[in-house]
Every structure is written in C-alpha cells, then in structure tokens.
C-alpha cells in the first residue's frame, strides 16, 4: 500500500527532515511514527499526500510512484489518503454537519450522496446529537471526531493522523483511539504520529521510531521505547 | 463531474457579501473607467462621421447668393483663377451641394425631406498658396464684398480647431479611461486576494480533501467577473445617460456648431456597450485570475 525508497526530504532552510528513509506498510495496517520534535514524523505523513516532495528517492501510494505524479492528478491521490490533525482544522463558521458535507462538496459528490453519506459518518463517529451545533460548542474530543469524520466520509485506503491526541485529555484519547481502531479494521491503512507513550504501549502496533530524520526501529507489535 | 453551479454561486455570493465596500469599490471604478471609454468610442466615430474631416481640406469656402446671376458667378471665378494667392478652386454647383448635404446629413431624414438642391447656395472651394491664417483672411475679405457673394467662411481652419480640440479632449478622455482600467484590474486583484484570504482555512481544507485546482480557484474567477460585468452593466447606463445628454444638448442644437456635427447612430451606441462589456469582462477575468494564479497555487 505504501512503500518508501532511500527517500530524503531538505526543507529550504536547509533542515534535514527525513534522511534515506526506507519502510513498507501493508494494506490495512495501523503503524505509530514516533519520536521526538523534529524527528521527521509529520514529514514522513506530509510525503504521503504530496503536501511535500523529496528531493531524493521513491514514495510509492497504492502502487503509484507519487513523485512522477502531475499536479492535477494529486487530488485524486488526496481522495484516497485522508488526514487529521492535532488541531482539527474544521472550518469554525459551519456546523458539524457542514463541515462534513464541505469535503464532498468539494470533490464534487451530488447533493443527494452527501445527505445520505454525512448522516451514516456523524453516527460512526457518535456525533449524531450534535450534528447541528457549531464546532466552539463541542469538547476537544468531539472536535477531533469531526475532524475523523472529515476525513473518512469519503472511505479513503488511507488515513494520516497527525498527533491526533495531542490537545486531548487520556480518557478522551482512548475514545479517539477506539474510533481509529475501529477505521483500521474497515481495511483502511492508519498512520498516526504520536508522543503517546500510554496509547502506543497500550495497542501494541507496528512501531516506527524516528530520530533525527533517520528511522532508528521499526518492530511489529511495538512498545513506545 | 459535474459543475455543482448552486456552489460556485453559494460561494461567489458570500465572497461578494463579505467584502461589500472593496466590491463597491471595484465596480464603481470599473463603471466609471468603462463608461469613459464609451464615450470615447462614440465621440471618435462621431468625428468620423461628422464633415469635420471633409472640410478640413478647404481653407477658404465662397458662398454665392441663391440668387446670383451666373455672370456673378463667372466673374467671381475668374477673380479667383486669376488670383496669385489661389492654390485651387472647386465649384460646388447646386446638385453637387446638394449630393453632400445628403450624405452629411443622412441621420435626419426630416432636414432632408424639407431642403430642395433650390435651397442651398452654390460656392467656391479654395485652397490658398499660403496657410497663414491672416493672408487667407485677408484673400476671404477682397471677395466678401462682391456682387453675388453670400458669404466668406473660413471654416476649415475653424473646422480644424474644432476637430483638434475635441480630439485632444477625446485623447485624455481615453488615456483616464485606460488608466482607470488598469485600476479596476488592480482593485479586482486585491478584491480577490482578500477573498482568498477570508478563506484560507476552507481552501486548506478543500486541498487536503482532494477538490481540484478549477473548483477552488472556480467561485473567485466568476467574483471577478462579476466585478468586471456589474461595472459594465452600470457603464452601459452610464453610456446610455452620456448618449441622451449630448443628443439633447449639442445634436442639432444651432449655438454649438460643428460640435453639433459630431453624432452617431443608436447602432454605434449598442457597439459601445458591447465592446466595455467585452473590456469589463476581460478586466475582471485578468485581475481576478492573477489574484488567484498569485495566491492559489497547487
């Protein structure tokens, strides 16, 4: 589903941020990038999408070598990899339901398939109640829900996380960490990069340490450290 | 797919609501700059049509009474062949009057139907050797006086001061409007560079869920376009309103004469408003698509 080939990204300020970065994801896996600040991990999600390209070395999505790919055909990479944030990004002016409903609108879905499709996503994510208020009405675990909700109406393989706990409490955490397992076994890839020691120790997934760029471990059912 | 059209309008119409005054702004400038563009157009082919041009080929022209005998006449112009300051004589006799009347004149359809070859007067077209304004008013005085003379004019040289000053008038009026025009586009590109960034965090949502470049850029080009289009649509009443006051004020208005010459059709005024709306559309679609080429890249 995701393979990555000696790849190196230098940012312009001359920041190496991942450095001969070799690794191979399954379809359907669910791997934790971790690692201090600045480690390369949100660079390692942000190659995935084409929201950065390496100056060295092959990415390849779902088959496709994504450093060939033209400018328009980016979007169609970006319907297939979903993404969340530690900072949700939802769009503070619409409701939940409209902040669900604006990324079928934008990639064109009818009218129709949105009513129908926001509606089953608000239930997966267990914000029906709430599907009218305004996201400063919600908590922060709500909010992140959304932002789940977002990503996934549009059933991508993939689906980035970004330290999605980050701004959460534990027990909220371990609420968003039911919802990504739960995506997980639809048959979506999940990446998610964390600090979460408790989260990552807890689930015992495919671990990948990263350390100045470099990935230092990557261990089937691993720990934090 | 297809273009959902309800949202480009949904989010042209919110992009428009929310920067009303910038919006104000940039049709007002696009109304006043193409409206003065159209009034540039019409004047230029009023000079066109008008005998302005015809008659600055002449210098001096001798009217003979209606009534003159035809020794007057002969005797008149054999005074003008025989006369060293003369270049050139052209004898407009009644039916050649009369034939440049009517062309002159084709748009009144009411003066031609009321003016026989009878009622014109017949008259001399010279060319002086000198264009020296004194010398040829001096030639024009040794003939008013003679037997059979209606009158001297000296209309070219006045024609031509009346041609140049309304063409000097019409050059600023076109140079202003071309200078406005470059002020809508950049009022246009700062319009859209504000609405770009009223919504910056929906674009960054739009890109990171996959929509496509011509769908984000989609709702502030027709903003643009509509800038270009509204101004256009109040230049044409600007146009319309220009059109009515200088056929009510000048067009056959006896106290402005030759400027009263300068006229054109209802034909060229429709040409008018087609051409601004063609240039509001352009200026719209030019300042927006900078806007949105500078500040949307993929």
Do not use: C
């Not at chain 1, 001359?14 to 990038?33: C, N, P, Q």
């Not at chain 1, 979460?196 to 720990?223: K, P, S, Y």
């Not at chain 2, 009644?94 to 009878?118: G, I, K, M, N």
């Not at chain 2, 289009?229 to 200088?246: E, H, P, R, Y």
Request: no cysteine; proline share 3%.
């Amino acid at each position: 589903m995701i393979k990555l080939d000696n790849v190196t990204k230098v940012y312009k300020d001359k920041h190496v941020a991942l450095r001969d970065a070799s690794a191979s994801i399954e379809k359907g896996e669910f791997v934790f990038l971790v690692g201090p600040s600045g480690s390369g991990k949100s660079t390692f999600l942000r190659l995935l999408n084409r929201e950065v390209k390496p100056q060295e070395g092959t990415i390849y999505v779902a088959g496709k070598d994504i450093g060939k790919l033209p400018g328009y055909k980016v979007p169609d990479l970006r319907r297939n990899v979903g993404a969340v944030f530690q900072d949700y990004k939802l769009l503070p002016t619409r409701s939940v339901f409209d902040n669900v409903a604006f990324a079928l609108e934008a990639i064109g879905r009818p009218r129709s398939a949105i009513k129908e499709a926001v509606p089953q996503i608000l239930e997966l994510v267990g914000l029906t109640s709430k599907s009218k208020n305004m996201p400063d009405e919600l908590s922060g675990g709500e909010q992140q829900r959304v932002s789940i909700a977002r990503a996934f109406v549009n059933r991508p393989l993939i689906l980035l996380a970004d330290e999605p706990t980050g701004n959460l409490d534990p027990a909220t955490s371990v609420g968003i960490m039911k919802l990504l397992d739960r995506i997980n076994r639809t048959g979506t890839t999940v990446l998610m990069a964390t600090h979460d020691r408790g989260i990552v120790d807890t689930m015992r997934r495919r671990v990948i340490e990263l350390d100045h760029g470099r990935i230092v471990r990557d261990q089937a059912r691993g720990v934090y450290e | 797919m297809a273009i959902r059209l309800d949202y480009v309008m949904k989010e042209t119409g919110q992009n428009l609501a929310r920067n009303l005054t910038l919006t104000f702004a940039a049709i007002l400038t696009v109304a006043v700059s193409l409206t003065m563009v159209a009034a540039s157009y019409l004047i230029g082919t009023g000079i066109n049509n008008s005998f302005l041009g015809l008659r600055s080929e002449q210098q001096l022209l001798v009217y003979m009474n209606p009534s003159a005998e035809e020794d007057q006449i002969d005797s008149v112009s054999r005074a003008l062949e025989e006369s060293p300051q003369v270049e050139e004589i052209d004898f407009y006799n009644r039916e050649r009057t009369f034939d440049e009347f009517q062309t002159l004149f084709r748009e009144q359809p009411d003066l031609l139907s009321s003016v026989t070859a009878e009622d014109l007067p017949t008259s001399f077209r010279v060319k002086p050797t000198s264009t020296d304004a004194e010398v040829v008013s001096a030639l024009g005085d040794t003939f008013a006086e003679r037997e059979g003379v209606l009158r001297v004019a000296y209309a070219a040289e006045y024609a031509r001061q009346v041609q140049r000053s309304v063409n000097t008038l019409n050059r600023w009026v076109t140079v202003v409007g071309v200078v406005l025009i470059g002020a809508s586009v950049l009022l246009i590109f700062n319009t859209i560079r504000t609405a770009v960034f009223a919504r910056r965090r929906e674009i960054e949502v739009q890109r990171l869920v996959g929509a496509r470049n011509w769908f984000i850029r989609m709702p502030f080009i027709v903003e643009g376009l509509v800038h270009g289009l509204m101004g256009a649509l109040l230049a044409a009443g600007g146009t319309l309103a220009f059109d009515a006051l200088w056929q009510r004020n000048f067009v056959d208005q006896v106290a402005f004469e030759l400027l009263n010459q300068i006229r054109w059709s209802s034909g060229d005024v429709v040409s008018a408003i087609l051409i601004i709306t063609a240039i509001g559309a352009l200026t719209g679609a030019v300042g927006s698509g900078i806007a949105v080429s500078r500040f949307l890249r993929a």
